[in-house]
């Protein structure tokens, strides 16, 4: 299917403590964010953080950025040209316009790829550093000295030179004219790398993105001045902005937002890189919750629990371990008699493969993920199921490998992981035992009823009662020539009449008076 030709919109729902946001393809949930509104570290923010302790052996040091955990930092994120940032860095605390310029500023030599972090950095030493990853777990943020900022349409490299193009990008005519133009705007000293979307895009729509992003290093450096303790130098986008930066495009056609302030905020943005669309940026207003309304909650709870059901009886068994994750496909009660195991094996496989991939970008789910799909024998067919696989994971903005099928028909995917996985409760309490596993007695609970009765009877003079309650205390209360109901009525000589309620749950009682009104305890 052709990416572009997918509807896409953008539900986007505030509480005071988070903004939760989803992404529909032709009505279906692919992608659920929710983002803390107190989030202190997120993927892209720079801090000038402190060197706390150099790890000789891991070739890598602990950075002190203000989280809990301790940062790390690895010698091959230090970036070819850390020399020429940590220079610069000198120069800027010192408030040295002139000097920290980047226009004038002299860039040292690389550094060698098989060197130690010892020989550039030592505890109490201060560095500007981007988060990579955001803390997940017991582990502290991942960072890197290799600063960069991404915009719409281009990547901007401090400290280089050099234009690369996205290998996306086929059309050598096009990799050419977009690098000519890239070196007619670019400044001295910053090297750009030229995203996907800038294909067909005039040198205005890329200037304007280019000062952006400029205007960014420009704060960081101004941030720099006298600075002597950790702190953010740079914030990165918030997450709505950052999805819109990556994925708007033309198939786009709503973005419904339930917050008037985040609605001015979006539609702000949107006018920044595409106020063509300006016009799509929707205030929901409507009484029930915007989830309910575009009909989320329901796939969210069909979406997240351990097993998820496709259709036709096929279903994942979605299982998470320290180590890596683990999805098994079932055929459920699928078969067509008229095929053989093995098309009915690919038939199930290539449905499972397109709710796999979607799974993967809704849970946000990174690392080692292992697929256990139906066993099929011939080659062809396993080809076939990883081609499909491939297909639907070109979606996935992260990155990712994907290996062939072994002959047992396990896939082995790896997927970039950046912030901590998303993970829904879908179970609920149970409203019997209140979550606790246990149930009152069900002697008890019928002394309980003849309780409210004698109550109701003799304290409020009630004439007549109807109870409802679930089918099997129904058959409890009514069975028999002498049933429990008659020597009520006998004992109080009032009319009693008892109701069963399917949906009532096994322990639910509820009492109605003479003219049918509810009478609760």
């Keep these: 299917m052709d990416t572009e030709s997918i509807n896409r919109e953008l539900i986007i729902s505030s509480d005071v ?33 402190r060197i706390r302790k150099i790890l000789p052996g891991l070739n890598a040091a602990f950075v002190d950025i203000g ?6 930092l690895h010698y091959l994120d230090l970036g070819s040209q850390i020399r020429s940032l940590i220079e610069y860095t000198r120069l800027a605390t010192k408030g040295n316009k002139a000097q920290s310029d980047m226009d004038s500023f002299k ?20 560095l500007p550093v981007q988060i990579a990853k955001e803390p997940i777990n017991t582990k502290g943020p991942r960072i890197s000295a290799e600063i960069s900022f ?15 193009v996205s290998q996306k990008i086929r059309s050598g005519e096009e990799r050419g004219r977009l690098k000519r133009l890239i070196q007619s705007i670019r400044p001295n000293n910053f090297g750009v790398i030229i995203r996907t979307v800038a294909e067909g895009k005039k040198v205005e729509e890329l200037d304007t993105d280019m000062r952006f992003l400029i205007s960014k290093w420009e704060q960081l450096s101004n941030n720099l001045a006298n600075l002597t303790t950790s702190a953010k130098l740079v914030s990165e986008l918030d997450r709505t902005s950052v999805m819109l930066r990556d994925i708007l495009n033309e198939s786009f056609n709503g973005i ?9 905020d979006v539609k702000s943005f949107i006018n920044t890189i595409a106020p063509q669309k300006n016009d799509i940026v929707k205030l929901y207003k409507g009484k029930e919750p915007i989830f309910d309304y575009f009909g989320i909650t329901k796939q969210i709870k069909g979406l997240f629990g351990k097993i998820v059901t496709i259709r036709n009886g096929v279903y994942l068994i979605i299982e998470h371990t320290e180590a890596m994750h683990v999805i098994d496909v079932n055929s459920g009660h699928r078969l067509n008699k008229e095929n053989t195991q093995e098309e009915n094996a690919l038939a199930v496989n290539l449905e499972a493969a397109t709710e796999i991939a979607r799974q993967l970008r809704l849970r946000d789910m990174g690392g080692i993920i292992i697929v256990d799909f139906i066993d099929m024998h011939e080659a062809k067919n396993r080809k076939l199921l990883f081609e499909k696989l491939q ?7 992260a990155k990712h490998t994907i290996l062939p099928a072994t002959k047992f028909g396990l896939i082995q995917i ?14 609920e309490k149970c409203p019997v035992c209140d979550g606790t596993g246990k149930i009152k007695p069900s002697t008890l609970f019928i002394d309980e009823i003849e309780h409210n009765i004698n109550y109701l009877f003799l304290d409020q003079n009630e004439k007549s009662l109807t109870i409802q309650v679930h089918p099997f205390i129904y058959a409890y209360l009514t069975k028999g020539l002498f049933s429990i109901r008659k020597k009520w009525m006998w004992k109080y000589k009032r009319h009693i009449k008892i109701i069963p309620v399917k949906s009532f749950h096994i322990l639910q009682v509820n009492f109605q008076d003479s003219n049918g009104d509810d009478m609760s305890f």
Excluded at 67 to 72: G, L, M, P, R, T
Excluded at 150 to 164: C, H, I, Q, T
Aim: hydrophobic fraction near 30%; proline fraction near 3%.
């Design 414 to 427: 790896t997927r970039q992981r950046v912030r901590p996985e998303t993970e829904i409760t879908v179970n």
């Design 107 to 126: 860039l040292l030599p690389d550094i060698d790829k098989s060197g130690k972090i010892s020989d550039f950095l030592s505890a109490g030493d201060y």
């Design 67 to 72: 989280n809990q955990k301790d940062a790390f």
């Design 17 to 49: 403590s988070e903004v939760s946001i989803v992404l529909l393809e032709d009505k279906q949930l692919v992608e659920f964010h929710k983002e803390q509104s107190n989030t202190n570290f997120s993927v892209g923010d720079v801090y000038y953080g």
């Design 150 to 164: 991404a915009g719409r349409y281009l990547v901007l490299v401090p400290f280089s030179n050099r234009v690369s």
């Design 391 to 397: 297909q639907e994971m070109s979606k996935d903005r």
């Design 256 to 264: 419904h937002v339930d917050n008037n302030e985040i609605y001015e």
